[in-house]
């Protein structure tokens, strides 16, 4: 058993003093006072830093110079864990954007591999389309979108099962049936790259749509006239919505009035494509705008890790510590439906947790 004291810890409610964390065999046993350590327990001062539940990021390219999309392997997938828990991340969902079948038939395959060799920390895989909006194809390959089909469901579920895990989707393309066939196959919809109507939106929000991808970027934005999906998503009571908080994708300002809107329906995702501004995978590194764009000048992805999120968050949105902490942790775990199991530091749970310092600097990856 081990125990880690003399912290101030973040349970993912509120913020306990004097307190030990035990965790034994990959899982939370207890949280006690400083006196009820178990005698033989291996006790682990972190010297009055903080423990916090780790990040987990619903939507990441690649890491480390590794482009997932171009590169659907298991080192890919290994370089952008090794990205992901140097920002915080202990658990990732893994992304590919608009492709071809071949592309998508080798990102199943790589995350197949992936888990056959016990390779930790990938989620499931995230097929940001190809079932989008041309309208909002943002930095996608336009010829690899197209509408779904009942074949194409057929095709996803049969090779993807228990593999792909998340789809980003533009609902007013799809029949509602076939979104539900996903969901019942546990796959997790998501609204996004999308021009439909507020009232398009928002009825597939009561259909059961539960999240969208990337707040403002790539949708029917908010008009005096034409509220869209921004206006949607602002005003249906349960849906949820990712942002990108590195100040480029969406303004921080932006950032905050979206917060006080949405409250706890926000969270965060790094939308990162490699870690890297010396590789070239269609896109580059703008060194004047500091964003990665395409050959057209489109913003495409970030250079950002979830600790950053965070960071600007508090710093740049001002958003309190506990409150963006959340947004990385406790309300993505919500989102991918594994709540009981992360984003929080609590009996039962998952080991996974943060050694931060005062500055909100990442000291530690504590994973079972």
């Excluded at 916090?52 to 290994?78: H, M, T, W």
């Excluded at 403002?216 to 006239?225: E, H, K």
């Excluded at 590195?246 to 949405?262: L, W």
């Excluded at 947790?353 to 530690?364: G, P, S, T």
Aim: net charge negative; charged share 15%.
């Amino acid at each position: 058993m081990n125990a880690y004291s003399n912290c101030r810890i973040f349970t993912g409610d509120n913020w306990l003093e004097d307190h030990v964390v035990l965790s034994e065999n990959g899982r939370i046993t207890d949280i006690v006072s400083q006196k009820a350590i178990p005698a033989h327990a291996t006790i682990h001062d972190l010297n009055g830093a903080d423990l916090v539940p780790a990040f987990i990021d619903l939507q990441i390219y690649g890491g480390n110079g590794r482009y997932f999309p171009v590169l659907p392997d298991v080192e890919s997938i290994k370089a952008t864990y090794e990205y992901c828990k140097a920002g915080g991340a202990a658990y990732f969902m893994i992304t590919i954007p608009t492709q071809s079948p071949e592309i998508i038939l080798q990102s199943i395959s790589a995350v197949k591999e992936y888990w056959e060799q016990g390779g930790e920390g990938c989620l499931g895989l995230h097929l940001e389309g190809p079932y989008i909006s041309p309208e909002k194809n943002g930095a996608h390959l336009p010829k690899y979108i197209k509408a779904p089909t009942s074949e194409d469901i057929d095709w996803i579920l049969t090779h993807g099962a228990g593999i792909v895990k998340m789809m980003t989707v533009a609902p007013e393309r799809w029949d509602p049936a076939l979104i539900n066939r996903l969901q019942e196959a546990g796959v997790l919809v998501s609204a996004g790259h999308s021009n439909g109507t507020y009232q398009q939106l928002y009825q597939s929000f009561d259909n059961g749509i539960t999240t969208c991808t990337h707040l403002f970027n790539a949708m029917s934005q908010l008009q005096s006239r034409a509220p869209g999906m921004v206006g949607a998503i602002y005003d249906h009571p349960h849906v949820h919505a990712s942002v990108v908080a590195d100040g480029i994708h969406v303004d921080f300002n932006t950032i905050r009035i979206s917060k006080k809107i949405m409250g706890n329906r926000l969270f965060l995702i790094t939308d990162a494509v490699a870690g890297s501004h010396g590789e070239d995978y269609g896109f580059h590194w703008n060194t004047e705008s500091g964003r990665y764009e395409d050959a057209n000048g489109t913003l495409s992805g970030s250079a950002l890790t979830m600790l950053e999120a965070v960071q600007n968050c508090i710093a740049q949105v001002g958003i309190a510590p506990q409150e963006a902490l959340r947004m990385a942790a406790a309300y993505p775990a919500v989102v991918a439906g594994l709540s009981m199991e992360l984003g929080r530091i609590a009996p039962g749970f998952r080991t996974a947790m943060l050694v931060l310092d005062e500055r909100w600097a990442l000291q530690q990856l504590i994973l079972s």
